[in-house]
């Protein structure tokens, strides 16, 4: 049986090289390749500073620390995506809360946010952060979201796990339009380093906490020290900070992957365009592609069924794996988990978040897919569905 993934990562000789001469070299972490890879990808994002992490969930969490996320403070952001988008702010000790998604384009809805943000004004509980997802790799209202920011004075965390490479508005996602962008190489994202993230800013201050952050809350700098240094050796505990750094090893990845990222973006870009036209006439929605927004094609999701004709989601998703096809779902709403019902929140609070999950089926997407392969996923689909009729 044909088993094609629902994604993969893309290594080839130059990958494996890059890390071979980092495991030869002199460092394996905190060495030279981890500055070269976020000076890279700053210049790639045409923004300022980038700061490397063990992880995406890292770079949220201390992207809302260094915000000044605590305990007395609300972050809101979109149930439709996976649970470190609001995971992040419970480390911190804060609220969360949702916004309900836009149904055309699966985001966080600027509509609702506003209303939101009205009804918050006047009960006195606005938020101190707001983090919208770029889900799938398609930017959210970004310049409505930063008017509003300066409206209602909140702090903006894009998260962008789904988006390296993706451009809003013509400039890259992390470029603007936010105080903090959060960027995932998972093994099945845009680029990979096994696990990693990137934390993006313009800010000079909010960049050196995030240096702090991510390795204990020390210091080595001279210039930032609070007392006397003892001698070379000395370094300064100065605020709780995590074990959050990247290796070397890592950053040797990631920058070699960074240079064929253009590339597997427009792989994948060609595979969507493929899926749009041969999935006409069946009964279900592709994703929209709102103007002014270029995609990063993390994932293609569809929304099985229409309005006059209702599909069991449950019974192509068995029947697409059954097939060795690796179909997924994006995303369980997050209010949705027991974790989150235990705070409080219960089914029906985000009402079109849940309706658009019971419809989802991600498709297979990534570079290295033949359209042969992705001839075959279309017509395994259209046969479970016409099974359905």
Known sequence: MTHIPYSRQEIDASDIEAVTQALRSDFLTQGPRIDAFEAAFSAEHQVKHAVAVSSATAGLHIACLALGVGPRSLVWTSPNSFVASSNC?????????????????????????????????????????????????????????????????????????????????????????????????????IITTGEGGMVTTSSDR????????????????????????????YYEHQQLG?????????????????????????????????????????????????AGRTSSWHLYVVELGSDSHTIDRGRVFAAMREAGIGVNVHYIPIHTHPHYQRLGFKQGDFPAAEAYYLRALSLPLYPAMSDAQQDHVVDLLAQALEAQR
């Open 89 to 189: 702010a419970l480390y911190c000790g804060a609220e969360v809360d949702f916004v309900d998604i836009d149904p055309l384009t699966r985001n966080m809805c600027t509509r609702q946010l506003e209303e939101k943000l009205a009804k918050a004004e006047r009960a006195g509980r606005l938020p101190s952060v707001v983090i919208p997802v770029h889900f799938a790799g398609f930017a959210c209202d970004m310049r409505a979201i930063s008017a509003l920011a300066g409206r209602y004075g909140f702090k903006v965390i894009e998260d962008a796990s789904h988006a390296t490479g993706a451009a809003y508005e013509g400039a890259p996602i992390g470029s603007r339009y936010a105080d903090l962008s959060v960027f995932s190489f998972h093994a099945v994202k």
């Open 206 to 233: 909010l960049a050196m906490q995030l240096r702090s952050l991510r390795s204990h809350g020390i210091t080595r700098d001279p210039a930032a020290f609070e007392g006397s240094a003892h001698g070379p050796w």
């Open 242 to 290: 995590f074990n959050y750094r990247i290796t070397d090893i890592h950053a040797a990845l990631g920058l070699s992957q960074l240079q064929r990222m253009t590339g597997w973006r427009e792989a994948r870009e060609r595979l969507a365009d493929r899926y749009d036209f041969k999935l006409r006439g069946l009964p279900l929605r592709s994703p929209a592609r709102p």
